[in-house]
């Protein structure tokens, strides 16, 4: 079996963030089989305008669309912020939307996770993420979900996540959206 190539996105633009850091953990805890490129081009992705797409989809929108397509899964870490997704991430899932029909997320089996220094993780932002990448129609692993609360406290020195049951869940989650991507590979074109 080849092996399992994982784009994996951070829905936070600062350095620093639990997201980011959460996103490297995973890549540090990927299963035998798997491996997580991280992706780095949110912060070039434009605002959605749609006489932008008129013209054509810009750089950043097609090399973002062209490594969603090229890889055999996705793994998105999202924040929370005012209760939703963050504005960086909903643009450009917006734009992955596009055009209607021929989403690089459709057919393609999807983790979603998240961390936030709150006492309910990113529970409303995973939500919502799940909810607008089933309409364009990926495969969204349903469990485990893992919501990473408090996250300031589970992190080390050096900004990784240290805390055994968040690296356990978080590898759990891994497993499953490797589970998965091997039950959809065989009737996924």
Avoid: C
Avoid at 19 to 46: K, V
Avoid at 69 to 79: D, E, M, N
Avoid at 129 to 143: K, N
């Amino acid at each position: 079996m080849a092996e399992l190539d994982v784009i994996g996105i951070a829905g936070s633009l600062r350095r620093d963030s639990h997201n980011r850091a959460l996103l490297r953990a995973a890549r540090d805890l990927a299963p035998p089989g798997m491996s997580i490129r991280i992706w780095e081009g949110l912060a070039g992705i434009p605002l959605y305008d749609g006489d932008l797409e008129e013209r054509g989809f810009p750089e950043p929108v097609v090399a973002m669309s062209e490594e969603i397509r090229r890889a055999g899964a996705v793994l998105v870490v999202t924040p929370e912020y005012s209760h939703s997704v963050p504005g960086v991430l909903k643009n450009a899932l917006d734009w992955a939307a596009r055009p209607p029909g021929k989403s690089p997320f459709r057919g393609k089996v999807v983790a979603i996770t998240g961390a936030s220094p709150g006492a309910l993780g990113t529970a409303r932002a995973q939500m919502d993420v799940r909810r607008i990448l089933s309409a364009m129609g990926a495969i969204v692993v349903p469990a485990p979900e893992v919501l990473v609360a408090q996250a300031d406290k589970k992190r080390d020195a050096s900004g990784a996540f240290t805390d055994e049951a968040t690296r356990k869940y978080l590898a759990r989650l891994l497993e499953e959206l490797q589970r998965w991507s091997a039950r959809f590979a065989s009737v996924l074109p």
